[in-house]
C-alpha cells in the first residue's frame, strides 16, 4: 500500500516547508505556498523516458566529433540571431511570455519551415486540440508532410511516441500543462515542473533531439515555476511587447551556445510573425514631421544591435500638493537624478513642476548612455524650445553634471547617419572614434549646460 506524503511548496521559487506560511522565506512571495502530495511506494515501478537507451560512455576530447551541421536554421534569420546561428541539436530551449503575445505562431513559423527542409519535426500541445493546431497552421500557409501533431498531457505517453517516431525538433506547449506520472502533484506545480523539464533535459542530451518548451509567466513577467528551470535548460529566450502594439522583441537571457547580447524585432500580422530588418525605422514611422518641444532621438543599444528611440518629454504647472513624476519606457529612479542635476547644475526650477517621460513605441530604456537626452528632452520642454529635428543625443550624466563616455559609439553613429540623421552630440572623452561618416556632423561635449545649448534648433517653433 502507499504511503501519501505532503509538504508545503512555493509555486515561485521551488522552497519547501514542513507547514504553511504565508510569505515564502526565501522569495518574500504572499500567498504563493500550496500543498503538495507525496505517494511513496518502494514496490512502484517507475517510467524513465530515457529507458532503452544506450549509456553514454567517457571520450577524449581530442576523439569526439564534431559535426560541421551541427545547427539547425529555423528559416527566420531573427530567430537565428538570438539563438546564435540556429538551434543546437540536442540542446533544451526555453521561450516564455504573456498570454497572447505570439509563442506558438513564431514556434509554429519555425517548425514549417524546419518541416520544409526534409527534418522531422513533431509540434506537442497539451493545451489545444489537434484541429485547433491545424486551424493556426492554415492562417499561416503552412502545409507539409514532416510535421507531426501531437495533442497530449501525459510525459511518459508523450516520450513512447517520441520514441518511435524519432524526430529532429520537439516543441512542447506548454511545460506547466504536461505531467508525470511519477509525481501525484497536480500539472503546473514546483514538483511536476522541475520532474518534466528533467526528463526533458535527459531525452534531449542522450537522442541528439532538440527540444523546445514553452513556459508560462507571471504576474511580474517571469516564467512560472522554480528559478531551477532556468539553470536546467540551455537557452532561454524571452517574447515581449505590448499585447495592442503590433511589434515583438525576442530576447535572450540565457544561452550556452551564443550571446546574450541580441534581440531579434517583428511584427505581428495577419499572416503571422514577419520579421523587421531595420527596428530604428519602425519605431521613428511614427515620428510628426513638426516637431515639438521635449522630443529628442536617442541611439540605444539592445545587446549589439543600435536602436534609434523618440524619447518625449512633457513638463507643466502642477495642481498636486506635491509634483508628479511619471516615466514610461525609461527606469524611474534615473529619472529622478537626472531630474536632480538639472536643477542643482544647470539651474531649472522642477520643483513645481509635473514631469511626463515617455519613450515612443513601448521599448524599455535600461542604460544609463540615455541619460542625456532625456535631460534635454525636459529642459527643451520646459524652456519651450525645439530640438533641432536632425540631431541624435546620447551620453551618460554624471551628478555633478559632467558627460560620461558610452560603449558601442561607432554603431550608433553608423546607424544614426544611415537614417539620415545630420548632427550627433556625444560624449567627449569617447573621441575621437575609429571610423567616422562623411554624412554626419559629430559635436562632442563634455558638460550638460553646454551639450543643452548644442541641441537646440535655429529654427522658430
Known sequence: MAKTKAKWTCQNCGYDSRGYLGKCPDCGSWGSIVEEKIESDKNKKKLLITQDIEESKPLLLNEIPVDESIRYSTGMDEFDRVLGGGLVKGSLVLIGGEPGIGKSTILMQSCGNLSDSNLKVCYVSAEESAQQIKLRAQRLNINSDNLYILAETSLEYIANKI?????NLIIIDSIQ????????????????????????MNLAKLTGTTIIIVGHVTKDGVIAGPKVLEHMVDTVLYFEGERYKSYRILRTVKNRYGSTNDIGVFNMENEG?????NPSALFLSERSSSI??????IPTMEGSRSLL?????????TFYPSPRRVANGVEYNRLLQILAVLEKRVGLNLSKQDVYVNAVGGIDIQEPSADLGIAIAVATCFRDVMVDPETAIIGEIGLSGEIRSVRQLENRVSEAAKLGFKNLIVPKTNMPLKSEPDNINIKPVSRLIEAITSSISKKPI
Do not use: D, F, H
Not at 181 to 198: A, P
Not at 292 to 297: E, W
Not at 309 to 317: C, F, I, N, R, T
Open 163 to 167: 520514441k518511435n517516431l524519432k524526430p
Open 309 to 317: 528611440v523618440e524619447v518625449q518629454a512633457l513638463v507643466g504647472p
Open 273 to 277: 510573425l514577419v520579421e523587421v530588418k
Open 292 to 297: 515639438t518641444p521635449g522630443s529628442v532621438i
Open 177 to 200: 500543462a504536461v505531467y508525470s506520472n511519477n509525481i501525484t502533484s497536480s500539472s503546473g506545480s514546483v514538483s511536476q515542473v522541475r520532474e518534466c523539464c528533467n526528463s526533458l
